[in-house]
């Protein structure tokens, strides 16, 4: 009898896993389509609306100091050193010596942030995204419901960015600001380089798993979400550092890729207690 209960105790919820993890069968359809519709739209982006977006945008010069702030927080390192620093924040409140005062693990979490980035405070406006840090660290400990998807998110955007920077060496695909400034479009099959990584956009698969994820968590704000993604994933047009195609086609597989590892960790049987991903708690 006592091996039964402490089985029971030690073993994830299936039933719940079951449905929470395979409402993906209620999009596989949606899912399908777009993923039809994006394989039609990006050779037709690529051959025919590509260039002339391109130079457009690079006439936009009043857009594009905005399109540099919002680019940031579809940067994958934005992610990786937010998240990990709210973990590590909750962790050490928890287990270490100093449990409860939160300001000071805050400014740790902003000193690591800012030192990370430093480099690019002047450039590339990483200073704006300070407070967002901040504010997850903050969030993250108050509600430990929180702590399975914020590790999901890591891993899923880890897991997509691998394939995207696959795809990227693949291709080899000239970025806009190549075309502007040298007159280079196209393909250079299996080349590395900045210059070179534009199919797919990374940024874009970054904006689509992070709002993919929330729209796992809270899907009747299933348009907030949508709305949010793709208005980041679409400024990398406006900065010269994507096309059109790229964009789409980053935007399809980082939504693809985040329900394929959401299929993955929902429906296994073993899993550890912080992946098991519930549904959280009510945001009001």
């Not at 940031?72 to 449990?99: E, H, M, N, S």
């Amino acid at each position: 009898m006592a091996d039964s209960s402490q089985q029971h105790t030690t073993t994830p919820p299936l039933d719940g896993l079951h449905d929470r993890g395979w409402h993906i069968r209620a999009v596989r359809r949606d899912l399908a389509i777009t993923g039809i519709l994006a394989a039609i739209f990006i050779p037709i982006s690529y051959f025919f609306l590509d260039v002339r977006i391109a130079w457009f945008a690079d006439g936009l010069e009043s857009v594009k100091p905005v399109a540099n702030v919002l680019t940031q927080f579809a940067d994958t390192k934005f992610y990786y050193v937010a998240f990990i620093t709210a973990l590590l924040a909750t962790l050490i409140l928890d287990r270490g010596p100093i449990k409860k005062n939160i300001l000071f693990w805050l400014a740790f979490a902003l000193l690591i942030y800012i030192t990370y980035y430093s480099a690019e405070l002047d450039e590339e406006f990483g200073w704006l995204v300070y407070i967002p840090t901040i504010f997850i660290t903050w969030l993250i400990y108050k509600r430990r419901d929180f702590v399975p998807w914020a590790l999901f998110l890591l891993i899923a955007i880890a897991w997509s960015g691998l394939i995207i920077n696959i795809l990227k060496i693949i291709f080899g695909r000239f970025r806009p600001s190549e075309l502007v400034e040298k007159g280079h479009f196209g393909l250079d099959l299996f080349t590395t380089g900045y210059d070179n990584a534009s199919f797919p956009s990374g940024h874009a698969t970054a904006a689509a798993t992070v709002f993919t994820v929330l729209w796992l968590m809270y899907p009747s704000k299933w348009l907030l979400w949508g709305i949010l993604g793709i208005t980041l994933a679409f400024t990398r047009i406006f900065t010269l550092s994507h096309y059109v195609s790229d964009v789409i086609a980053g935007l399809w597989l980082g939504a693809f890729l985040t329900l394929i590892l959401h299929f993955f960790f929902t429906t296994r049987q073993n899993i550890h207690p912080y992946l098991v991903l519930n549904p959280p708690r009510s945001m009001k």
